[in-house]
């Protein structure tokens, strides 16, 4: 089984973070599957046109109107029978099963508007297309539309979604694949909570604190160095971000290493942990640009999650996830434009702008992720306004230097899970242009290609096989955006889930 090495129970008892997962959106939802559709209880049916209703216990009338308004080209139809509600959602047949799949959570989140509008605490999932992987993304897609983030409403009691009790009923379906479902959305909601929190309660210690109990309720083990510790470790980008803050900086290891792993070198994660960015003394120049700046440390928060979903769902890859943190603020000691610090690898970093801090701390745990000598580095981060400019939030901007399968894996994953990447290119020429006049390197590069010249920076720090993903542009919507809602959308999760389930295959292939 796993080995918890490092947990500290003790200090947790009287942290004030134990309050906060206490308060976090935990779901007290449950989810069950059974043989048929009880008597007397509101039902989603997920139906293909074609299908014949017959089989359902709906009297004459429902089953005529029903079938008409579907006929009609309907794909929604909800029927009041008194004591119940019957939802029918017609399930068009795409030829891209990703795109079916998208479809079916989409759906599942217009139900959850639904079913908030009509109190519903239970509700039956009915599947008459037969296929258990789209009610599976239906009820995905519900669940995850049914968050909020509440904590600070007076009225949360009201505003949160009434659903407390899923009943599946599907003859093909695994029970297993739902319990692995839960533990994936219960993950989404940890990280889409942390996120969203303010930098108030949720500073670099609170941080790790938090990711500690995520370890204790799953499995996975928690290291947290504190700044002595990453003093000794000469993490020299951590530390000079952290010096224009009072708060202290944190580097928090996570670890799942169950024994029947099918990889004898770990896959890494790193996230970026920036718990609130103003810039430093390079203050964010533009309107409204430091708004939303809590979500600077969706990366890390993403990993944490991550490794809950593994851990919890025991699956049998050994992962890593190492997460620096600090805020990045331009108190007195703050370091300044020209400044050169020298990072935990031993190079010497020239930093013309503190606004480009991200890749600082990343460099520093991607120099120290070599210590486990891995199969695979994946860094997620919200680094550049770069990547958001160029395609929105609508996707994941990727690059690296790993075998291509393994990108390709990731693509495939992202397309799954609808968390998509487009491959930005990772050509050598970029590399030249943060050649410093004084150092080995600077930290920023011309504007043009900014996403892919942050890319290149963190390659700097590494021999092994790098990704990097860039969150900037989907990791917090301003508007509400289907199951993504709005907020923190923990982008990322979903995708890295996907993508160590499916390591073992990837894995095998090289032996
Ligand atoms: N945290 C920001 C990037 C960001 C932008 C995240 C928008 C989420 C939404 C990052 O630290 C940053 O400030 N990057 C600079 C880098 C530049 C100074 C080279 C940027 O992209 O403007
Ligand atoms: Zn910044
Ligand atoms: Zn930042």
Known sequence: MLFQKTLDNHSLKHSKTHWIIKNFNTMDLKYSLVKDIPPKKSVIYLIRKDNNLGRFAFNEAERKYITEQVKDGEKQ?????????SYIQVIDKETDPDKQREKCRRAGSEHSVLLKKHKHSEIVLADAVEEPELILAFAEGLVLANYGFLRYFGDKAEKKHPLKNIL?????????????LKNLIEAVYFVRDMVNEPLSFMNAVQFSETVKQLGISSGFSVEVFNKKKIESLKMGGLLAVNRGSIDPPTFTVLEWMPDNA????????IGKGVVFDTGGLSLKPTLNS??????????AAAVAGVLYAVAKSKIPVKVIGL????????????????DVITMHNGKTVEVLNTDAEGRLILADAISYAGKYKPELIIDIATLTGSAAL?????????????????????IHSGDHVHERIVEFPFW????????SNIADL????????GAITAGKFLEQFTGYPLIHLDIAGPAFLKKANSYQGKGATAIGVRLLFDFICNFPNLFEKDR
């Open 290 to 299: 430091m708004d939303y700046m809590k979500c600077d440390m969706g990366g």
């Open 442 to 449: 600077k930290n920023i590069a011309e504007r043009d290609a």
């Open 168 to 180: 599946i009923v599907s003859d093909r379906m695994d029970k297993q694949e739902i319990t692995i």
């Open 323 to 338: 997460l620096p943190a600090t805020d990045n603020r331009p108190d007195g000691n703050a370091v300044a434009p020209g």
């Open 262 to 269: 099918v990889n004898k070198k770990p896959l890494v994660l």
């Open 77 to 85: 139809v909800s029927v009041n029978s008194y004591n119940r509600w």
């Open 428 to 435: 050598e020429e970029f590399e030249k242009l943060l050649e």
């Open 390 to 410: 160029a395609i929105g939030r609508f996707g994941i901007v990727g690059m690296g230097n790993a075998k291509s399968r393994y990108m390709k894996s990731l």
